[in-house]
């Protein structure tokens, strides 16, 4: 059974920054995706960031100004680095995996069928 988990959420004043941690654990072999979305107040779920099977990273947006996602495959982490965090960064952040035969790790939410629970990131101003 595939479990994803979050870790590192919190809350943070404008400026600040914060690192997240998503644990993935089940998959028989490493033939899966991991990335990380966020869901705003009264928004759709939204990508944020992921690393392709052969180690490209992909941002939603600008984001790579800001955040870096790196993996940690030996502890089968997926880590997000955020920087100069904004008010409007503010959002439930959840992890996902989804099993694959591609090299290529999507942003699209629809393609993820394990879920972990959300960390909560507050950002005040």
């Known amino acids: 059974q595939v479990q994803v988990a979050e870790s590192g959420g919190g809350s943070v004043q404008s400026e600040g920054s914060l690192t997240l941690s998503c644990s993935v654990s089940?998959?028989?072999?490493?033939?899966?995706?991991i990335a990380w979305f966020r869901q705003l107040p009264g928004e759709k779920r939204e990508g944020v960031a992921t690393?392709?099977?052969?180690?490209?990273?992909r941002y939603g947006g600008s984001l790579q100004y800001r955040f870096t996602v790196s993996r940690d495959r030996a502890a089968n982490l997926l880590n997000l680095r955020m920087t100069m965090l904004r008010p409007e960064d503010t959002a439930m952040y959840y992890c996902a995996a989804g099993g694959t035969d591609d090299w290529y790790c999507s942003l699209k939410a629809p393609e993820y069928d394990n879920w972990g629970q959300g960390t909560q990131v507050i950002v005040s101003s």
């Open positions: 690393i392709d099977r052969n180690g490209s990273t």
């Open positions: 089940g998959y028989p072999e490493e033939k899966y995706c």
